[in-house]
C-alpha cells in the first residue's frame, strides 16, 4: 500500500473502532460513562424538541411531544453507529483495492446490511466484508437485548411512583403524605415506607446513570414523573425527622441520604453543577412562610409536632439543602410536570453541555 492508501485505511480502523467502544460503553458497560457519539445525538435532539414545543400550548400537548424524545433518541444511535461503521469501512474497502469509491460505498453497503449482491473478489476485501457483516449485526443485537432491560427499570420506577399516587396525592406532596400515613395507617408505619424508598433511590442511582436515556422516559400519565415523586418523599422523610414529634426513624434519615446521593450522581452524569458539601444554614428554595403553611395544617389534622417551629424549621433546612439544587435541576432537565416544592419553582432549561468537562463547581470554598 501507499502512504495515502495507509492513511485511509488506519482512518477507517479508527472511525470503526471508535463506533464500536461507543456502543460498548452505551449498552454494555455497567457503570456511568460519557460517551460523545451518544450524548451529542441527544443534546442536539433534545433542541428540535425544544423547537417542536414552540407550538404547544399547554403542559399536556408538551408532554406528548416529549414522550418521543427518549424513544426517538435511542431509534436514532443504531442509525448513526451504522452510517459510521459504513463510512469507516469504505475507506477500508478503497484502501486494499476496492474501486472506484462508488464501488468501495456499495461493497460496505452490501457487507454491513448482509445483502450479499456486491461480492469482494480477493482475501483482504472478503474478510473485511466478513468482520463488517458481524459488526452491522452485533449493534443491532446490542439495541434489541438492551431494550428489556432498560423497560425493566422503567417498570420498576414506576410501580413506586403509582403507588406513591395513593398515599401522597396527585401531584404528590409531603404534607398529604404524612397526613394520611398519619389518618390511615398511622406514623409508625412510615418507616417501612421509607425503607422501600431507599430502595427505590438506590436502583434509579444505578440504572439512571448506566441507561442514559431512562431519566427522560415520561411516566404513562402526564401529571407523574420520577423526579416529583422523589421531592415529595425527600421531603416527607425530611419532616419526620426535622418537625414531626415522634420517636427517632433512622430510616427517614437513611432515605434523605440515599435520595440525595442518587439524585446527585445523576446530575454528574448530566454535568449539573451543584455545591457538594453545602452548610446547613445556606439558602433553600423552600419559604419559611411555606414551611410554616404546612406546619399549621398538619397541626390541623392532628399530626404530632414539635413546639420549637424555629427549631424545626432549621432542621429541615439543613435537611433540604442536600438536595434542593439537584433537586430542582433534575425537575427542569426531564421537564416534570408542575408539583409543589420541586418543580413549581425549577430554574429555566438550562442545556446540557456536549462535555462534561467542570461538571461541578464549589459555590462555597
Not at 9 to 17: H, I, N, R, S
Not at 77 to 86: G, S, T
Not at 264 to 280: E, S, T
Not at 300 to 311: E, F, S
Request: hydrophobic residues 50%.
Amino acid at each position: 500500500m501507499t502512504p495515502l492508501y495507509l492513511l485511509v485505511f488506519a482512518a477507517g480502523v479508527l472511525v470503526v473502532y471508535w463506533t464500536v467502544m461507543s456502543a460498548v460503553r452505551t449498552f454494555v458497560l455497567p457503570r456511568a460513562a460519557s460517551v460523545a457519539l451518544t450524548r451529542v445525538p441527544f443534546v442536539l435532539l433534545r433542541d428540535l424538541f425544544r423547537l417542536r414545543m414552540r407550538w404547544s400550548r399547554d403542559y399536556e400537548a408538551r408532554d406528548a411531544v416529549m414522550a418521543l424524545y427518549a424513544p426517538v433518541g435511542l431509534l436514532l444511535l443504531p442509525v448513526l453507529w451504522l452510517v459510521l461503521v459504513l463510512a469507516g469501512y469504505t475507506g477500508m474497502f478503497w484502501a486494499v483495492g476496492v474501486r472506484p469509491w462508488r464501488a468501495a460505498f456499495t461493497t460496505s453497503g452490501s457487507s454491513a446490511f448482509t445483502l450479499g449482491f456486491a461480492r469482494p473478489h480477493d482475501l483482504p476485501a472478503t474478510a473485511l466484508a466478513f468482520t463488517e457483516a458481524a459488526l452491522g449485526i452485533g449493534l443491532l443485537a446490542l439495541l434489541i437485548t438492551y431494550l428489556p432491560s432498560m423497560y425493566a427499570a422503567f417498570s420498576r420506577r414506576e410501580r413506586e411512583v403509582a403507588l406513591l399516587e395513593v398515599r401522597a396525592g396527585s401531584p404528590p406532596t409531603a404534607e398529604a403524605m404524612l397526613r394520611r400515613y398519619y389518618l390511615i395507617h398511622g406514623l409508625d408505619r412510615l418507616p417501612e415506607a421509607f425503607e422501600q424508598w431507599e430502595t427505590w433511590f438506590a436502583d434509579i442511582e444505578e440504572s439512571h446513570t448506566s441507561l442514559a436515556a431512562l431519566p427522560f422516559f415520561r411516566s404513562p400519565r402526564p401529571e407523574r414523573s420520577w423526579i416529583t415523586a422523589a421531592g415529595a418523599v425527600l421531603d416527607a422523610a425530611a419532616l419526620r425527622s426535622s418537625t414531626v414529634d415522634a420517636e427517632r426513624v433512622s430510616s427517614a434519615e437513611l432515605c434523605v441520604r440515599a435520595g440525595y446521593l442518587a439524585l446527585r450522581h445523576i446530575a454528574d452524569f448530566f454535568a449539573i453543577p451543584y455545591d457538594p458539601d453545602p452548610a446547613p444554614t445556606d439558602p433553600i428554595s423552600i419559604r419559611r412562610d411555606e414551611f410554616d403553611g404546612v406546619y399549621e395544617r398538619l397541626a390541623a389534622a392532628g399530626v404530632p409536632l414539635k413546639p420549637d417551629r424555629d427549631q424545626a424549621w432549621r432542621d429541615f433546612a439543613g435537611w433540604r439543602v442536600n438536595y434542593d439544587t439537584v433537586l430542582l435541576a433534575l425537575a427542569t432537565l426531564t421537564m416534570a410536570p408542575v408539583a409543589p416544592w420541586s418543580s413549581d419553582r425549577s430554574p429555566p432549561f438550562r442545556r446540557v453541555p456536549v462535555t462534561r468537562r467542570g461538571r461541578r463547581r464549589r459555590r462555597r470554598g
